[in-house]
């Protein structure tokens, strides 16, 4: 078996055109299950009633379940309800104006949220209670303890595990080509068919993922740095 380099190499060059989709892709998803992921991880710190076991049983059903398995439900379920509801009102709007991405953007964020929660809520518990009552008691507010105390606390204890959140949302995102969504793996089967090399192809898209992924843990080593630094009341 011998490795085609050169169409290896070519097929590099025509992935690097998906890599903002699967960024997009990424960071969408990242930033929705992260702001989501906070709202549920409050709600259960502070056990808000009627809500909280809404919340636990969201976290429990959504993580025991696959990326794939919600990305298909949105995609198959949504667009029936919202034709179903479209008719009732009697609107013309049919789903199938709405662009496939926005799924997957649906379908992603939800997975992180359930991830991102449990990061969230384990970052809070690492910070002593006890700072919040010393802030207290020189006259902090709750809101100017959060913001000046725990958050960047919490922050620093969760940021390994908050780039792990990333990182595999980044690969989780390759699950996008099930509904016709050009990113990265769907490129390069695209690239791949054009001579059925795809062995070629695939490690190309490796190997981008592989970048990617060290940029994402390089990132995140300087900004723990920085992070820590900051909270050992250095100049950041």
């Known amino acids: 078996m011998t490795i085609d380099l050169g169409f290896m190499w070519t097929a590099f060059i025509q992935l690097l055109s ?21 709202v549920i991880a ?3 710190m502070n056990r808000v009633p009627i809500l909280h076991p809404i919340a636990v049983s969201y976290v429990t059903f959504i993580r025991g379940t696959p990326m794939l398995v919600h990305l298909l439900l949105i995609y198959y379920g949504l667009p029936m309800l919202i034709d179903a509801v479209a008719k009732e009102v009697g609107s013309g709007f049919r789903a199938a ?3 496939m991405i926005d799924f997957v953007f649906l379908a992603f964020s939800i997975t992180s949220s359930a991830y991102m929660a449990e990061v969230i809520r384990s970052g809070l ?3 002593d ?21 725990v958050l960047p606390q919490a922050f620093a204890a969760s940021l390994p595990n908050l780039a792990n959140n990333v990182i595999g949302m980044l690969h989780g995102s390759t699950l996008a080509f099930t509904v016709s969504v050009v990113e990265i793996m769907a490129k390069a089967q695209i690239v791949a068919s054009t001579n059925w090399k795809f062995l070629e192809s695939y490690l190309a898209a490796a190997v981008i993922f592989w970048g990617l992924t060290v940029l994402i ?3 995140t080593g300087l900004l723990e740095a920085r992070v820590n630094l900051y909270n050992r009341g250095g100049v950041a």
């Open 42 to 44: 409050l709600i259960r």
């Open 18 to 38: 998906a890599v903002p989709v699967t960024l997009l892709i990424t960071g969408v998803s990242v930033v929705c299950g992260f702001l989501i992921g906070a």
């Open 217 to 219: 843990e390089k990132a």
């Open 125 to 127: 518990l690492a910070v």
């Open 97 to 99: 104006s709405i662009p």
């Open 129 to 149: 209670r006890g700072q919040l009552e010393a802030a207290h008691s020189v006259g902090m507010t709750t809101m100017q303890a959060m913001y000046r105390i």
